[in-house]
């Protein structure tokens, strides 16, 4: 279990020197472990032999660019995933949470801002007591659904021959949403405000990207969907038999 800023491994991949150059120092100072690269070539060997634990990671590299990173290391590895984007690339953001990454921040950005993010979802990546304040006991057992379950400690989803797989942040907080109002049909600016400590704008699709990922691993068939509704119009339901 990592308890401290020093048990955890942070790789900042920038290639502007100064933006690389000052969240290295700032990270530095909040007490993690920092690595750095100003480009992606055998980013996924490295984070395997040197055991990084969060990748900061910005979209607009050159040469394999930060979207092509995401999939490939979505694809090999749990590790957490920051992307760091442009104020223009929302079709970007939106691909990157698509393809798998945990968070997204807007450059310029804060350091601060970036300081929390990290350690938030650190915190839920390792912390065996997070809890969502609503419901202690049904995220204290985990769920159970048609065969699945759902492990909240880990942010994982076990399918029913067993295969465990980690979500990300915003696939993990939306499926969990859903299934705590099993039957109840939410609506995306409800959804929406389960899945972002940021400010949001009425046209973000990240909830409809996120329904669509979840349904591709949960091998519900958007055409004729069984555990994920869609209300058309009003929002999304979750409609299999779960318990705790």
């Given at each position: 279990?990592?308890?401290?800023?020093?048990?955890?491994?942070?790789?900042?991949?920038?290639?502007?020197?100064?933006?690389?150059?000052?969240?290295?120092?700032?990270?530095?100072?909040?007490?993690?472990?920092?690595?750095?690269?100003?480009?992606?070539?055998?980013?996924?060997?490295?984070?395997s032999?040197?055991?990084?634990?969060l990748?900061?990671?910005?979209?607009?590299?050159?040469?394999k660019d930060?979207?092509?990173?995401?999939?490939?290391?979505?694809?090999?590895?749990?590790?957490?995933?920051?992307?760091?984007?442009?104020?223009?690339?929302?079709?970007?953001?939106?691909?990157?949470?698509?393809?798998?990454?945990?968070?997204?921040?807007?450059?310029?950005f804060?350091p601060?801002?970036?300081?929390?993010?990290?350690k938030n979802?650190?915190?839920?990546?390792?912390?065996?007591?997070?809890?969502?304040?609503?419901?202690?006991?049904?995220?204290?057992n985990?769920?159970?659904?048609?065969?699945?379950?759902?492990?909240?400690?880990?942010?994982?989803?076990?399918?029913?021959?067993?295969?465990?797989?980690?979500?990300?942040?915003?696939?993990?907080?939306?499926?969990?949403?859903?299934?705590?109002?099993?039957?109840?049909?939410?609506?995306r600016?409800?959804?929406?405000?389960?899945?972002?400590?940021?400010?949001?704008?009425?046209?973000?699709?990240?909830?409809?990207?996120?329904?669509?990922?979840?349904?591709?691993?949960?091998?519900?068939?958007?055409?004729?969907?069984?555990?994920?509704?869609?209300?058309?119009?009003?929002?999304?339901?979750?409609?299999?038999?779960?318990t705790?």
């Amino acid at each position: 279990m990592k308890h401290t800023p020093a048990d955890i491994h942070i790789l900042i991949v920038e290639d502007d020197l100064a933006s690389r150059s000052l969240l290295v120092s700032y990270f530095e100072q909040a007490g993690y472990r920092v690595s750095e690269a100003d480009n992606a070539d055998q980013l996924n060997k490295r984070i395997s032999q040197e055991s990084v634990d969060l990748v900061l990671l910005d979209i607009n590299l050159p040469g394999k660019d930060g979207l092509t990173v995401t999939r490939e290391l979505r694809a090999n590895s749990p590790v957490g995933i920051i992307l760091v984007t442009s104020k223009g690339d929302e079709i970007d953001r939106i691909v990157g949470l698509e393809l798998g990454a945990d968070d997204y921040v807007t450059k310029p950005f804060n350091p601060r801002e970036l300081l929390v993010r990290a350690k938030n979802l650190l915190w839920r990546m390792f912390s065996p007591d997070a809890r969502d304040p609503g419901d202690n006991r049904r995220q204290h057992n985990g769920y159970a659904f048609e065969g699945w379950q759902l492990d909240p400690h880990k942010r994982q989803l076990v399918s029913p021959d067993g295969r465990p797989e980690r979500l990300p942040e915003g696939e993990f907080k939306l499926l969990q949403t859903l299934i705590h109002h099993s039957g109840q049909v939410l609506s995306r600016d409800q959804l929406m405000d389960a899945i972002h400590d940021r400010e949001w704008t009425p046209n973000d699709r990240s909830v409809d990207v996120l329904i669509g990922r979840l349904r591709r691993k949960l091998g519900d068939n958007p055409s004729n969907p069984q555990l994920i509704l869609t209300a058309h119009g009003a929002g999304y339901m979750f409609a299999g038999s779960s318990t705790s």
